[in-house]
């Protein structure tokens, strides 16, 4: 019940999907069973809510001291959820089983008056009907026909073959499936992706469990064939965990070389450690500490060449039915401050983080390549920020280069060579939303970069530099009026003083009189 929760609650801070943050969880024993039990009760959310509200159950919780972080209120959830919707009992013990086992009358009787206001009979009919035909194992809906065509998608994990069948993995992997029934084909794009039919189960198969297969959409690949990194180089991945991507940069340069992994969050941090641990991944160093509190002139980055910047974003291109669900619990915990903030406040907050990434990473002084990638489909994500970044004092010399220009799908064309970034569609390329863009540091390109800004952003410069001149234009304007206002003021102060100058005389002359 407590690892569902932390799952439930990583999920609800974006930190992955239910699958993958329990699969990268060494610690979860019974992966299925969290699986499960953390999307059904994703599902029932809002009937806990409702069913614990009516109980009056929360008086009573709210007395225990545990009950204040995120993950007790979700193990709460939890616990109802197994109690009404799932083995209509708790295993195990607990003070807070102990309160919600006193409540259990109350609990059922909020159930079944809400079926009865509903005029239904089982408890699946109180769902909406698209999150009834949520299907677990392939965490889609089976009406959905976008996720139903998504076929699933697996890197092959070089460090894990052996060295005899590194020129054909794609055959080792096919002989290691042996007897399993289990169909691939080989991806056109990438040579160390294949992918399987879209209801293929994978996440327990001995390949997955053995690290010599990697699940991962295929776009979530684009970063490290962009870079192209070379064998035997230095590395950073600046935003590490969970840690797909940097053990995808470790098997691209067959174990060579090293790469520096960096994340500020402890548990994630440990995510990280296990998957590179799993993966053979020996020539990654993980550091937890933020990427922006590093000196990019530290002696130990100096022969650093290559930095994949994969920073935090709103996942806006993540094709996940469950989203709408864990969306409902981030604003019921106030997680992100979605309760307060709204959707511009929270992409102008995450395109500036984004911005400050590319920007730190441009501070590098040996390197000389930089991707960037976000799995949203914002363009104040991702156009905006690359804009942003060329336009910058550090990115005055560095270009956009033509990234994995086989790929159709491009950026959105908002500035000159804007299509050399990559995008990624759900709807016509059978991936999630992606974006990729790769920088190179070139000679002084100043004037080149410059150049990269379509007409209509120096109009929209121009027409700033206008509006901060009439500004300016103003300001004397106001000036002379506050020192009118000025001369005004003195001269009545001084017209005052004489005039009590005057009266000061007179009454001194009257009293001299007076005394005589």
């Known amino acids: 019940y407590l690892q569902t929760a932390s799952v439930i609650e990583l999920v609800a801070q974006r930190k992955g999907g239910i699958k993958g943050v329990t699969y990268g969880d060494a610690t979860i024993k019974n992966k299925a069973a969290v699986v499960a039990l953390a999307c059904e009760t994703l599902k029932y959310y809002s009937l806990v809510e409702e069913a614990i509200k009516r109980s009056k159950l929360l008086d009573d919780v709210k007395k225990l001291k545990a009950i204040s972080s995120n993950q007790s209120k979700i193990l709460l959830h939890v616990l109802v959820y197994e109690l009404l919707f799932g083995k209509n009992d708790i295993a195990g013990g607990g003070a807070l089983k102990k309160v919600i086992m006193k409540y259990k009358t109350s609990l059922q009787a909020s159930l079944a008056r809400m079926k009865i206001e509903h005029k239904v009979m089982d408890n699946i009919d109180l769902l909406p009907p698209h999150l009834r035909t949520l299907d677990v194992d392939t965490n889609s809906s089976k009406t959905s026909s976008l996720l139903q065509n998504f076929p699933r998608y697996a890197r092959i994990n070089y460090l894990r073959i052996p060295s005899s069948s590194a020129n054909s993995p794609t055959t080792f992997i096919s002989t290691q499936l042996g007897t399993s029934n289990l169909t691939f084909t080989s991806d056109p794009h990438l040579p160390d992706l294949i992918s399987f039919p879209s209801n293929t189960q994978l996440f327990s198969h001995p390949l997955t469990l053995n690290g010599q297969l990697i699940l991962q959409d295929k776009a979530s690949c684009f970063p490290v064939h962009c870079l192209q990194p070379e064998p035997n180089s230095h590395i950073i991945d600046c935003c590490a965990a969970p840690g797909n991507k940097t053990t995808h940069l470790s098997s691209f340069v067959r174990n060579t070389g090293k790469i520096f992994a960096f994340d500020k969050d402890p548990k994630r941090l440990h995510t990280l450690n296990t998957m590179v641990s799993r993966a053979g991944a020996t020539n990654v160093q993980t550091i937890n500490l933020d990427f922006l509190k590093t000196n990019p ?220």
């Open 297 to 516: 002139f530290d002696p130990q980055f100096r022969n650093v060449k290559y930095i994949l910047a994969d920073p935090s974003c709103s996942g806006s291109g993540m094709v996940d039915r469950f989203e709408e669900l864990t969306e409902h619990v981030r604003q019921t915990l106030k997680i992100d401050n979605t309760e307060t903030k709204t959707k511009e406040e929270r992409l102008k907050d995450l395109s500036d983080f984004q911005l400050m990434i590319v920007r730190h990473c441009f501070k590098f002084p040996g390197v000389k390549r930089v991707s960037y990638s976000t799995c949203s489909v914002n363009q104040e994500e991702n156009e905006d920020v690359v804009l942003a970044a060329l336009d910058s004092e550090e990115g005055e010399n560095w270009e956009l280069i033509n990234a994995l220009p086989e790929w159709k799908t491009r950026g959105e064309n908002v500035f000159d060579k804007a299509e050399y970034c990559v995008r990624a569609n759900p709807e016509t390329d059978q991936t999630q939303g992606f974006f990729v863009a790769v920088f190179q540091r070139m000679e002084g390109n100043a004037q080149k970069r410059e150049r990269i800004l379509k007409p209509r952003f120096e109009e929209k410069k121009v027409e700033e530099k206008k509006v901060e001149e009439k500004k300016e234009e103003k300001v004397p304007e106001k000036k002379k009026v506050e020192e009118v206002g000025k001369k005004e003021t003195k001269g009545v102060k001084r017209k005052r003083g004489e005039n009590n100058n005057k009266t000061n005389t007179q009454g001194n002359k009257a009293l001299n009189q007076g005394k005589k």
